[in-house]
């Protein structure tokens, strides 16, 4: 009796526990149309915007590798207090009014059911096909968090040796498998000058193909800082052909080329090269991996209203 007391007392503890997780659809019953309303919503922009899908992959990492994927990069500053968007590179990131979009087109049908974390997960998904990549079914009830803070932004440069980006990644339970296909994601979009120009300086980083060099000094010749396609192949599709491109040399920036060159990940990016349906089976496994550091759950956190600003309390 007193054991199964025991046991049922562990069990009544555990429970709320085990449920707390995200799992996939988990808005099939409390906004059963969630995940169709954000596609359809990346899809219209997508057909006159290609390059949304670069914007939503950045925005995707930039948010779980500060305080997990909470959508804390969505919050604006106030008058008083600022927020992670201030802080340095992720100036560029963009794509924040589609978030908005597909979030007041949620709003209007499910009010307060779908969190901000889960749009930027779904969009980020939805781009990923529709540029030619994996489609993935991603686990959702991310929960939004409520704080936003520019000092605790400390995401790797793109000057950084492989060993010690790998220590950021490897502090979120990323592998080196991990970290190297989804730099993989550097596959479209691009890089503003300023990230690579000591790469082009004088006779250039002996690590670079000469022609790329003579062809960046020429765009980066321009004023206010333009930017350069980081895969010198087919900057908007999502495919191996990053992987290809830095084994021949044409890395724009320094932490792109040194994958293909250090002991520790170029075995990585010469079977990501070699292996096209390799390279899309892990690029879906590590975007799910990546869409799962340190998410809240349950009653942790809460469904924003609006993305940009914490609920009031
Ligand atoms: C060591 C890790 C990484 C470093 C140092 C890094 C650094 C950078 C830098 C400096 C830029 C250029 C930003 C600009 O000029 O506006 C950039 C662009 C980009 N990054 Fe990364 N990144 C890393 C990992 C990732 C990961 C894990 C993803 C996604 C899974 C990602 C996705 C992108 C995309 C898609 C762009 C192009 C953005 C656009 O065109 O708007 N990066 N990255
Ligand atoms: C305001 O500052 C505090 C830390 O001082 C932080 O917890 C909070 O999330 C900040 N950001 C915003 C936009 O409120
Ligand atoms: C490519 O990768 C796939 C998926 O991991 C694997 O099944 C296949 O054997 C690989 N092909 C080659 C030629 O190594
Ligand atoms: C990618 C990158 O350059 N990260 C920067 C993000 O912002 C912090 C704070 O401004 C910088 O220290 C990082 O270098």
Redesign the pocket.
């Known amino acids: 009796m007193m054991r199964m007391k025991v046991m049922l007392a562990l069990y009544l503890m555990i429970l709320p526990l085990a449920l707390a997780q995200l799992k996939l659809g988990f808005y099939r019953s409390t906004c059963p149309p969630a995940e169709s309303i954000v596609q359809a919503v990346v899809r219209k922009r997508f057909d006159t915007d290609k390059s949304i899908t670069a914007a939503l992959l950045r925005m995707h990492f930039h948010d779980c590798f500060v305080r997990g994927c909470d959508a804390s990069i969505l919050i604006d500053s106030t008058g008083q207090n600022q927020s992670e968007k201030v802080a340095g590179p992720n100036l560029t990131v963009r794509g924040y009014e589609l978030i908005d979009q597909a979030k007041n087109a949620l709003e209007s049908v499910c009010p307060s059911k779908v969190s901000c974390a889960d749009v930027i997960t779904l969009a980020t998904r939805d781009s990923v096909f529709l540029s030619g990549g994996p489609f993935y079914d991603v686990p959702t009830g991310r929960r939004d968090g409520r704080i936003s803070n520019p000092d605790e932004v400390n995401l790797p440069g793109p000057s950084l040796p492989v060993s010690q980006a790998f220590q950021t990644f490897s502090d979120k339970g990323m592998t080196m498998d991990d970290m190297v296909i989804l730099l993989g994601a550097h596959t479209v979009g691009v890089a503003h000058c300023s990230f690579f120009s000591d790469r082009i300086s004088g006779k250039g980083d002996p690590t670079m193909d000469l022609a790329l060099v003579a062809k960046l000094k020429g765009v980066c010749g321009a004023p206010n800082d333009p930017a350069a396609f980081l895969d010198q192949g087919t900057c908007f599709a999502v495919d191996n052909e990053f992987f290809r491109q830095i084994r021949s040399k044409r890395g724009l920036m320094k932490i792109d080329q040194e994958l293909a060159n250090h002991r520790l990940s170029r075995g990585f990016v010469s079977r990501f090269a ?2 096209a ?2 390279f899309r ?2 690029f879906a496994e590590a975007m799910v991996k990546m869409g799962n550091i340190q998410v809240l759950v349950g009653n942790a956190g809460e469904i924003r209203k609006n993305c940009r600003v914490f609920n009031p309390k």
């Open positions: 070699a292996n349906t390799l089976t892990r």
